[in-house]
């Protein structure tokens, strides 16, 4: 598990350096600058990162997909060139799924949408909004932390919140490592301490965004009841590994949609499309073939 996520973080901190130099494209609008890559050709998928990431991330899945695709890529408010738009007054999930939408918009025509992580729960919000023509949706793993609260799901609930309760004292206790408290929870206790220092140091370089990430999810109140109303065709897909909290989650989503298919891949964690790409891959080209 270690060394999955650490490779995970180590192509994460060359994507982001990288973009850093200004490589790729942008979308300028008066809002600020979106990410926005596209390879491939085919039906048209959006792929959306989760915290800590860009666009870029998506490479390992979209190369087994060897240009069967059209595949368009973002990154999530403040990572990548996708300018900051939430304040400290407002970091409420429609900003990050408006520069989602701009990205379909962008790309033009009905689209297959694609989230991991954080990037899935976004994925969700755009689904809800339906300010946007999409074919199918695709969720992998969502801290969707708040419909665990909803369907009663009190002890998986309570531990999303010890987590970013941790996280939180951590923070106001000046501790420049408090990203570790979302660290093991994913990858299990003592999983941030093991880390190179280096990988420790990028960690912990993230932290100001993903801090503004998480009360983003936390205040996203997704509910089983609006989950019902989507008719778009969905797939939840979630790791073998993964927290037993962040698995319920995703299961419930699933059993909320009324058009759903789950699946689970074998030995993965949340980390899954850097560690298991091709298993990933595959999943959800099956899925976009059955929405053809």
């Known amino acids: 598990m270690i060394a999955d996520i650490e490779r995970f973080l180590i192509e994460n901190e060359r994507l982001r350096t990288a973009a850093a130099r200004g ?6 609008c008066e809002a600020g600058s979106i990410d926005y890559e596209e390879s491939g050709r085919g039906p048209t998928v959006v792929l959306v990162p989760g915290s800590c990431s860009t666009g870029a991330a998506w490479r390992p899945v979209i190369a087994h997909w060897e240009n069967r695709f059209r595949c368009v890529t973002t990154s999530l408010l403040g990572y990548g ?13 429609r900003h990050e799924a408006e520069i989602v939408e701009s990205v379909i918009h962008w790309a033009g025509g009905p689209v297959h949408l694609v989230g991991h992580s954080f990037g899935g729960l976004t994925a ?15 969720v992998l793993e969502a801290p969707a932390m708040q419909i665990l609260r909803h369907a009663g799901e009190e002890d998986h609930y309570r531990a999303f919140r010890a987590m970013t309760d941790a996280y939180s004292r951590a923070l106001d206790a000046g501790k420049s490592d408090a990203i570790a408290e979302m660290i093991d929870f994913y990858g299990g206790a003592g999983t941030f301490a093991a ?6 140091d990028y960690a912990i370089a993230t932290t100001p965004v993903n801090v503004v990430d998480w009360a983003t999810a936390s205040g996203f109140e997704l ?12 797939l939840l897909l979630w790791g073998e590994a993964s927290h037993p909290a962040v698995k319920r989650a995703n299961e419930l989503i699933g059993q909320s949609l009324p058009r759903s298919s789950v699946a689970t891949i074998p030995g993965a964690a949340h980390f899954m499309i850097s560690t298991h790409p ?10 976009l073939g059955r929405t053809e």
Do not use: C, F, K, Y
């Not at 969700?124 to 695709?138: E, F, G, K, M």
């Not at 880390?195 to 420790?200: G, L, V």
């Not at 609006?226 to 969905?234: D, F, M």
């Open 124 to 138: 969700l919000a755009v689904a809800l909004r339906n300010r946007v023509p999409l074919l199918s949706l695709s």
């Open 81 to 93: 060139g996708t300018a900051e738009r939430r304040s400290a007054d407002d970091v409420g999930i």
């Open 195 to 200: 880390w190179p220092q280096r990988i420790r």
């Open 278 to 287: 091709a298993e990933v891959a595959r999943a959800i080209a099956r899925h």
């Open 223 to 234: 509910e089983p009841a609006a989950l019902g109303a989507l008719a778009v065709p969905s």
């Open 23 to 28: 490589s790729g494209t942008v979308i300028e």
